[in-house]
């Protein structure tokens, strides 16, 4: 199984051919050189000037900031280059796959919160830029985090029993602040924050976790990926 830019690329083999697709956005196609496909969409902006890209993506982003979700998967897909930059950029963020869907989930956020009004123009730019300032404000609640004594900083870090000493107040502390409230909102479940817990604050490895839990550390990968993306949600709201 690849990560999110394998997934999204695969799809896309099958939605730039489609023509019904390319008919819903007949008004991108006609700015982007007469295209009779998505892929011809795509193939326009890669050769065109900056200029023309960017009345292309002006196009596609009008469509998403109104709800049409198909432009703002096309739009995500003309900016996979630089979502992928993001993703190398941000180690913090965690392990490749990890980083890859906090950079998707990032830049289609950015793409249909587009400021249109202040920003007609330059959108590939202002997307990403946007994007990067969403991540790093998600990196101090989910980097890996040193822990003296693991034993003593594991669940407790965040079910309410770890030290409210002000000198605890650290990235461990403020973590475990944040799983509180989404297990509390019904964001998380106990048992998501509990192995957020384990690998981000007290420092096991995702194998150990596997293997006491029983299950394939890739199984264990996904659900702290999941859980970690709707907390990331929750920090920016």
């Given amino acids: 199984m690849g990560n999110v ?14 023509r019904a697709a390319a008919r819903r956005l007949a008004d991108v196609c006609e700015v982007a050189g007469s295209g009779r496909t998505l892929a011809d969409v795509e193939r326009f902006v890669r050769a065109a000037s900056p200029e023309d890209a960017d009345r292309v993506l002006l196009a596609l982003v009008r469509r998403a900031v109104d709800g049409d979700t198909l432009a703002a998967r096309v739009l995500l897909q003309l900016l996979l280059p630089g979502t ?25 956020h950015r793409i249909r919160q587009y400021p249109l009004a202040r920003r007609p123009g330059r959108v590939a730019a202002n997307v990403l830029m946007d994007a990067a300032h969403e991540l790093r404000r998600a990196v101090p609640r989910l980097v890996a985090l040193p822990c003296a004594d693991p034993a003593r900083q594991g669940a407790g870090a965040w079910d309410g029993t770890a030290s409210t000493h002000p000198e605890a107040e650290n990235p461990a502390v403020e973590l475990g602040k944040l799983l509180r409230d989404a297990v509390s909102e019904g964001i998380v479940g106990r048992q998501d924050a509990e192995l957020i817990a384990r690998s981000r604050i007290a420092g096991h490895r995702v194998a150990d976790i596997a293997h006491h839990l029983g299950l394939r550390p890739r199984t264990v990968w996904d659900r702290r990926q999941r859980a970690e993306l709707a907390l990331a949600a929750l920090a920016v709201s």
């Fill in 5 to 18: 830019f394998d997934l999204l690329d695969g799809e896309w083999q099958r939605l730039g051919c489609d």
């Fill in 84 to 108: 992928r930059r993001l993703a190398r950029r941000w180690w913090a963020l965690g392990e490749s796959d990890e980083r890859a869907a906090a950079a998707v989930t990032a830049v289609y």
